[in-house]
């Protein structure tokens, strides 16, 4: 069974980075035809997807963050996490990690529960 | 950047009806679109993706169809337990986008 589970801190102050990390049990980032994303919902909203790691290390992000936005993957290849700088009150959101679909379809078949970020001072 | 339109945002269906939610991309998607469900305080979960093959372990009552950009979710006979916000993705260009969500709530 897979299971996903997002850790970091729940508040970080304006202007600082964002840094989460997405513990992956029953799978891994190995030679496979997966992407491994991330994934915001702020309060009350829908959802934003933020960006993928694949396991050569290849990323792909929203161009709405690329900038600020960093996805790396942990030499275990059972963590991937997720840095995002300059955080402002508009990065309010629960973040999920969230594995992609086979075939590079990237459809998000297994979710972590989600980890509630606060950007406050 | 690949907007998706869902309608209507609310949706009043009476337990045992039929429910049909409908998701519109601003150009084609082909058949690279999956549907999910999301109720308050959990994570998203799959029903649906290729437009029409149904993910493991959902009831069959929930159904996907249509290409291109015009697409409907069905679910054939609302149970109490399906309550909950829709949203539809599409996954055939970056960056990955969502519908707004259809809230399918009690009449």
């Known amino acids: 069974q897979v299971q996903l589970q997002e850790s970091g801190p729940g508040l970080v102050k304006p202007s600082e980075t964002l840094s989460l990390t997405c513990t992956i049990s029953g799978d891994y980032v190995g030679y496979g035809s997966q992407y491994w994303n991330w994934i915001r919902q702020p309060p009350g909203k829908g959802l934003e997807w933020l960006g993928y790691?694949?396991?050569?290390?290849?990323?792909e992000y929203n161009p709405s963050l690329k900038s600020r936005l960093t996805i790396s993957l942990a030499t275990s290849k059972r963590k991937f996490s997720l840095q995002l700088t300059s955080v402002t009150a508009a990065d309010t959101a629960v973040y999920y990690c969230?594995?992609?679909?086979?075939?590079?379809?990237?459809?998000?078949?297994?979710w972590g529960q989600g980890i509630p970020v606060t950007v406050s001072s | 950047e690949l907007v998706m339109t869902q309608s209507p945002a609310t949706l009043s269906v009476s337990p045992g009806e039929r429910a049909t939610l409908s998701c519109r991309a601003s150009?084609?998607?082909?058949?690279?679109l999956a549907w999910y469900q999301q109720k308050p305080g959990q994570a998203p979960r799959l029903l649906i993706y290729g437009a029409s093959t149904g993910a493991t372990g959902n009831p069959a009552r929930f159904s996907g169809s249509g290409s291109g950009t015009e697409f409907t979710l069905t679910i054939s006979s609302l149970q109490s337990e399906d309550f909950a916000v829709y949203y539809c993705?599409?996954?055939?260009?970056?960056?990955?986008?969502f519908g707004g969500g259809t809230k399918v709530e009690i009449k």
């Open positions: 993705q599409q996954y055939n260009d970056w960056p990955n986008t």
């Open positions: 150009q084609s998607v082909g058949s690279n």
């Open positions: 790691i694949y396991y050569s290390g290849n990323t």
């Open positions: 969230a594995r992609g679909g086979i075939d590079w379809e990237n459809y998000f078949d297994y």
